[in-house]
């Protein structure tokens, strides 16, 4: 259940130190070692997944109640206003540890603008074609 040359297996299982916020059986949750703003946290599962598709029910039940303790925690402990939950599944999602992990990112007033987009218009008729698309492969 552990990868040979996976950095976040060796921190997650404590091979190798981080500044650790919380851990249980399952899961190990770490400050980020380039930190989006201060208190930025890294949920580990202890197991080996690549992302989430690979992950079981029992690790991903789990991730959203954790990073809402986290957030909770930040803005208790930090001050922090708000707080991202963030995960990057592939390449082009911008996931560079293919270790599944969930980021937990606070905010503070006037802190800079982070984890946004620019809303597309899409054409007459296309959200309703991409949405048959996904519903034929959900079904
Ligand atoms: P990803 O881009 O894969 O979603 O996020 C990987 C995150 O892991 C990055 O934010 C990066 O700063 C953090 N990171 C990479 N290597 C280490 C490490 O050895 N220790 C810690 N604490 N964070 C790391
Ligand atoms: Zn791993």
Redesign the pocket.
């Known amino acids: 259940m552990r990868e040979e040359n996976c ?1 976040f297996c060796k ?1 997650a299982n404590g091979d ?1 130190g ?2 650790t916020v919380y851990e249980d059986d399952d899961f190990r949750v ?5 930190p ?1 703003s201060k208190g ?1 946290a ?1 949920i580990l599962p202890k197991k080996h997944y690549r992302d989430i598709c690979e992950a079981d029910e029992r690790v991903m039940s789990r991730l959203f109640s954790l990073a809402a303790k986290i957030g909770a925690a930040m803005k208790k402990g930090l001050g922090a206003t708000g707080f991202n939950v ?3 599944n592939g390449t082009s999602a ?4 293919f270790h599944l ?1 969930v ?1 937990v990112i606070p905010r503070y007033e006037n802190g800079p603008a982070m984890v946004t987009w620019e809303p597309g218009s899409p054409a007459e008729g296309e959200l309703e074609q991409t949405a048959k698309v996904l519903r034929a492969e959900l079904m």
């Open positions: 950095i921190i190798i981080a500044a770490i400050l980020d070692l380039g989006a930025h890294l963030v995960q990057n911008g996931q560079t540890v992990h980021h």
